[in-house]
């Protein structure tokens, strides 16, 4: 019996995932990130950024993504629309849980949940 992940990357090596990540052009700060399944299937991230913070100082820089800080986005669910219908924010948040739940899988994406939860209430 396989034991189940425990953390964010552990769960992205057992999910066999890669990625890849290249620099947003309008953004010094900002990625574009596929992960791509073993069968070839890939999911999206238009752009996203990262920040570490010193917390005695409270100062913030960018940081490059990585498997587990990628995954935890999946998990969050922070997304932002490039749509605009009027001025009045445009709620993807169901449509992304929905795309990422077929991209992962269920039990996988239940499982995301639980270690993002998990990890955040660590920090």
């Known amino acids: 019996m396989t034991d189940s992940p425990?953390?964010?990357?552990?769960?992205f090596r057992s999910l066999g995932l890669s990625l890849t990540i290249r620099s947003v052009d309008e953004d010094d700060e900002s990625w574009a990130c596929t992960l791509t399944r073993p069968d070839g299937e890939t999911y999206e991230i238009d752009a996203v950024s990262f920040?570490?913070?010193?917390?005695?100082?409270?100062?913030?820089?960018?940081v490059e993504p990585t498997p587990s800080r990628?995954?935890?986005?999946?998990?969050?669910?922070?997304?932002?629309s490039d749509e605009d219908d009027g001025g009045e924010p445009v709620d993807v948040t169901a449509a992304t849980e929905a795309a990422v739940r077929a991209f992962l899988g269920d039990a996988a994406y239940d499982l995301l949940l639980e270690l993002d939860?998990?990890?955040?209430?660590?920090?």
Not at 6 to 11: D, H, T
Request: proline letters at 3%.
């Open 6 to 11: 425990a953390s964010l990357s552990e769960l």
């Open 51 to 62: 920040f570490d913070v010193d917390p005695e100082t409270s100062e913030e820089w960018a």
């Open 70 to 80: 990628v995954m935890s986005v999946l998990a969050g669910g922070d997304v932002a």
């Open 117 to 123: 939860e998990a990890e955040t209430a660590d920090d």
